[in-house]
């Protein structure tokens, strides 16, 4: 950790403007897209009615934006609290694992700490004002449980690593992750749809799953530091037969909810065959972790299903559309 404190203040001190632009970008981890599907199902989800209700573009447009200014003040008010806390540096040292140091740019000193809090505001404004004008482009017509779900969604993101700190508590983390990216999809599709539907809940609650089964597997190769600093996520706060379980139980209910969707919603039977990729690869996932210890390698291949799944999705969304 020492030695990763020492790097970050030299680099602070010969940096350039455009290190702290790039510094910024990677800060901001929007450049993640996947973050970014359920808002992609969300629209494609809409009735063609509410499709064509004046305001929807420009209300989803301001959505995604939202979006962007939640994901941005989640991920750097986390990186900043894993950089103070020293969680980080641990996770990051030397030989210690495979990632890319300047994927933290407070380790590497690309940005500084007061750089990383200003950049917070300003994303946290976005996400504000940016729902606000997604409403006021719906002419305030939303349903309550709208706003409810966007503001309470972005309120409780933030709350990850700082305020109420809720993956400092045994299954927060995992919690937070499903219900806050479930959160995304439906607070917009309520929003222009005004009314709910089974498939877009079902969906919702997929594509947070399977954020789960990503995170739950990159938490295994930081429980070392999690541990350090108090932070509960289950691999840091069980042992290995429990979190190994639990992995298990996501797989099983993600082919559950799969199997929901395609079976008794209005959503075609043969959803199960374009998921049906998705699915191999999460079991492949379960080979290449809980059995073989190669976690970083099961956590891509759990991006992996969770791209192969989004498109999966897509072609059974377009086809209840027409």
């Not at 992609?40 to 995604?64: E, N, V, Y």
């Not at 599709?189 to 997929?206: F, K, M, N, Q, T």
């Not at 929901?260 to 379960?286: I, K, N, Y």
């Amino acid at each position: 950790m020492t030695s990763l404190t020492s790097e970050s203040r030299t680099t602070a001190r010969t940096r350039r403007g455009g290190d702290v632009a790039r510094g910024l970008f990677r800060l901001s981890k929007i450049f993640v897209y996947q973050n970014y599907f359920g808002w992609g199902m969300a629209w494609l989800a809409l009735s063609p009615q509410a499709r064509d209700r004046p305001g929807t573009t420009a209300a989803m447009l301001l959505f995604l934006l939202g979006s962007m200014g939640i994901v941005t003040c989640t991920c750097a008010t986390d990186d900043l609290v894993g950089f103070r806390n020293g969680s980080d540096a641990r996770n990051y040292r030397a030989g210690d694992t495979k990632r890319d140091i300047r994927g933290k740019p407070l380790l590497s000193g690309a940005v500084t700490e007061r750089e990383a809090v200003r950049f917070i505001a300003c994303a946290a404004s976005v996400a504000v004002l940016a729902g606000i004008g997604a409403f006021w482009a719906l002419d305030w017509r939303a349903p309550a449980v709208a706003y409810l779900l966007y503001g309470v969604g972005f309120f409780f993101s933030v709350q990850y690593s700082a305020g109420l700190r809720l993956s400092y508590h045994r299954g927060g983390a995992e919690t937070l992750l499903c219900l806050a990216t479930t959160a995304g999809l439906l607070a917009p599709y309520l929003a222009v749809e005004r009314h709910w539907s089974s498939p877009a809940v079902l969906v919702g609650l997929l594509l947070g799953l399977w954020l789960v089964m990503v995170s739950s597997y990159s938490n295994v190769n930081d429980a070392d530091g999690d541990r350090s600093v108090g932070r509960r996520t289950l691999a840091a706060s069980t042992g290995p037969r429990v979190y190994k379980t639990a992995m298990a139980v996501f797989f099983l209910a993600s082919a559950t909810l799969i199997c929901v969707l395609g079976l008794t919603t209005r959503w075609p039977w043969w959803t199960l065959l374009t998921l049906l990729p998705a699915t191999a690869l999460h079991a492949a996932q379960l080979r290449e972790g809980p059995l073989r210890g190669r976690w970083l390698s099961a956590r891509k291949l759990g991006l992996y299903a969770y791209d192969l799944g989004f498109l999966g999705l897509l072609a059974p969304a377009l086809y209840v559309l027409t």
